[in-house]
């Protein structure tokens, strides 16, 4: 199984600005693209930066959650402040999260990976806990040796 931890966290917020992903959730091809795209469109118009400036850290947000039946995917910050850009405010519960770290090339890579060891390996294999919904968010957190590393972050609750 791969490398993972359990760890308690306490409640935060992420304040993000999002697109709803309109690939069958199986598609991971198609979901996969639309969040390149997603990225690549928040980077060149200035709104991550935007997002960037009110950050309480350095760390960058990757989250997906289920809002009113649709697939959502949000890039944010941790912040308790409001932008008029900001498309949603985020609340991550206190309790035990699934924690997968790993470092990639790019971002975007660095995200992939977290979410295939932890949706395609730890949660498939896991006996004394499972995800029950809720945001998810792959965290970068910075930079190391010309990669980028950082951690996935799943609440779960005790099987």
Partial sequence: MANYTLEEKESFTVLGIGTELKSDYT?????????LDFWQEVKQDGRLDT?????K?????AVNEAVNH???HY??????????????VIQFPKGEYLVVKGEAETSD?????????????????????AYVGG???????????GLVFGEMWIPVVRK
């Fill in 27 to 35: 598609d991971y091809a198609g979901i996969n693209k639309e969040k």
């Fill in 51 to 55: 997002l960037i400036a009110v950050a």
């Fill in 57 to 61: 850290n350095d760390y960058i947000f």
């Fill in 70 to 72: 649709k697939m959502m």
């Fill in 75 to 88: 890039a944010g910050v941790m912040t308790e402040e409001t932008l008029p850009e900001a498309t949603r």
């Fill in 109 to 129: 890579a660095l995200s992939n990976m977290l979410t295939g060891i932890a949706f395609g390996q730890v949660l498939p294999e896991a006996k004394n806990f």
């Fill in 135 to 145: 945001p998810n968010t792959s965290v970068e957190m910075g930079h190391h040796n």
